[in-house]
């Protein structure tokens, strides 16, 4: 099973950047499709983006295409996610999530999780 530990969060203003990152321990982190998701206040838990085990593949929710880069270094095993012009709507604690098998954007398909890391974005 892989851990997940997700930093990188933080308080920033509209427009601004943040880097969230998510280590993962224990077996085969290059065996696992790797997703980021959010969940604001009061809604349920939504996808951001995603990526294959070998980084080729990715996706990402239109709300954040153009904006966000999702990236891997399996020799690291770390997941990382690259912010850019960050709204209010941005807001939320997000997670980083493991499954193995190919990259889903269906936070029900991922069965492990990161405990989350808090990014506001303030307008």
């Known amino acids: 099973q892989v851990q997940l530990v997700e930093s990188g969060g933080g308080l920033v203003q509209t427009g601004g950047s943040l880097s969230l990152s998510c280590a993962a321990s224990?077996?085969?982190?290059?065996?696992?499709?790797m997703g980021w998701f959010r969940q604001a206040p009061g809604k349920a838990r939504e996808f951001v983006a995603a990526i294959s085990w070998n980084g080729i593949s990715t996706r990402y929710d239109d709300s954040v295409k153009g904006r966000f880069t999702i990236t891997r270094d399996n020799a690291k095993n770390t997941l990382n996610l690259k912010m850019n012009s960050l709204k209010p709507e941005d807001t939320g604690v997000y997670y980083c999530a493991a499954r193995p098998g190919g990259l889903n954007t269906s936070p029900g398909l991922y069965g492990r999780w990161g405990q989350g890391t808090q990014v506001t974005v303030s307008s």
């Open positions: 224990g077996r085969a982190f290059s065996s696992y499709a």
